[in-house]
């Protein structure tokens, strides 16, 4: 009589081979259960066998799964995959003693179950490969750096073999799965060959944008970005710190090859790569501000990017994000450029703003427009403003150079060329005329500041005469023009000739400046009256009403039950008379607005 191990062996394997032999002939579900009771009763007599020829369990795991896999592969044409697939998770379990054996075996399982898959057309088994292939690389990395190597490179390879003969969504899925195998792959190269982190990053980032560069699809796109972001923090963080200069280099390489991509892959219809590209560019300028060098290059790559998406895209929503886009840049390296060279902060911002000037007149965008103004506002804050002493390192020792405050006499000349700028832009597009006003605002505020400045006193010397050339333009406008209105034309040179000389005559009531200003208002009270114009009767008035109130005693002589009793009497008065008020102000109301 047979030993009963043996006997074991014998009949399992007898079973197995009827099974095999009798389900030659058997289609559809048939052939499934009778291929499904070989592979398990297979499974059963070899690893019955193993302990008679004295074979260790991962030894014997080995050949059994492989065993397994053949037979599904080549035997049964892909039926009973599934038991095969349940028999060689148990084998498994049953071999795999440490890590390394278990990322071995997953491996093997991995292979097979792909190559069934390939073979017989089976998605199923090529998603159990891709679930088996992750718990094997997970194995083989806990394992050591060589084994991850070699299974990353496996796998790999699986995902090519099957994005090169798969379609539809099974390619998708292939592809991003050997973009991300390659990303492992390449770190572990990286880890055995001793190579430094950032670098490793560097060429991993630059693999992915060439990959999407080549070959664009969402899935691509999602695998590709997944590497990258992966990439860019390994690389970027190094024993627990953040490098903020390689994180701004790694950030400038993603956007500028998502750059590419966009101007590679219809650039017309970009808008999402084309924010993601937009927001890595301001990443990586902020995170290259600690280094003056590095954000100069930053920014200057950025503007070159920017403005090349801007001059090859034809949608008017995408301009109207790249133009601001590049205006913010360029500024930004005006403003590093600056810094480097150890030009003064006036001198840079009046450049900045020279600069700015040409690059709305030759971009007439809204959106540039804006953007410009503002970026004008901050370069002559940051040129004018000093928020306190720097310390320099002199032969002497720590010394405090500069001062708190505001640069007036520079902050007047910023804003004059600021308001030449905007005349100039102006003149340069009919469509902006209107911002004419805005730069001789701009320069009036500029000639008080100066004014102020210098401690001059007489200011109608330098109000005077443009207040006189607008006045007489706008009289013989409203003469040549009846359908004008007065306000915008004659406005500004009434309130220029007369509100220069308000502050002075509240500091001195009684004085011939102020009877000076008095008699002007009244001049242009009854000229605006006479010609129903009014522009001069509204400013004659206000002017007019603030000094009578400057006459008056001041408040704080008054006692207190005094002024409570005035208003007292004013409330009972207007009470009193309140509808002949009201029909008053409505005809004063109607007077005022039938003037010209």
Known sequence: ALPSDLLTVV?????AAVAAYAGQGLLGADREVVASYSVATLTLGLWSLAPLIDVERQWAACVIVTVLGLITLFRFRGSGWWAAVACAAISIGIGAVDVTWAAVLLTIATILAAAIGLHHRQPPALAVAGTVGLGAATAAVLSNDVLALVVTLILTALGLVVDRVQSGMTREVATAYWILALTATVWQAARLADIERPYTAVVVVVAMGVIVLVRRSPAIEAAAATGAAVSIGLGAFEAGALDTDWLAILLLIAGVMCIATILRHEPQQSGPRLTVAGLLGLGSLGAAFTNELLALVVA??????????????????????TAPYWIITLTAFCWMFANLSDIPQPYAAAGIIVILTVVTIFRLLPSAEITAAVAAVVTIVVGTVSLGPTIVLTPDGPTAVGSRGV??????ILLTLAGAAVSAHAIAHHERRWLGWAGASLATIALWIRLADTSVTAWEYYTLPPA?????FGVVKLRLDRDVASLPVLGPGVFLALIPSVPAALQDPVSTRTAVLGIACLVFILGGAWLRWAAPLVGGALVASVLALAQMPSAQALQQWWVLGAAGLLLLFLGITWEARLHDLRRATAYVRGLR
Not at 11 to 15: D, F, G, I, N, P
Not at 313 to 318: D, K, P
Not at 407 to 412: A, K, R
């Open 11 to 15: 009949v399992a394997l007898a079973l």
């Open 300 to 321: 200057g790559v950025l503007t070159a990017a920017a403005v090349a998406v801007d001059r090859l895209t034809q949608e008017l929503q995408t301009k109207a994000v």
């Open 407 to 412: 640069d007036l006499p520079w902050l007047s």
């Open 468 to 472: 006189i050339a607008l006045v007489v």
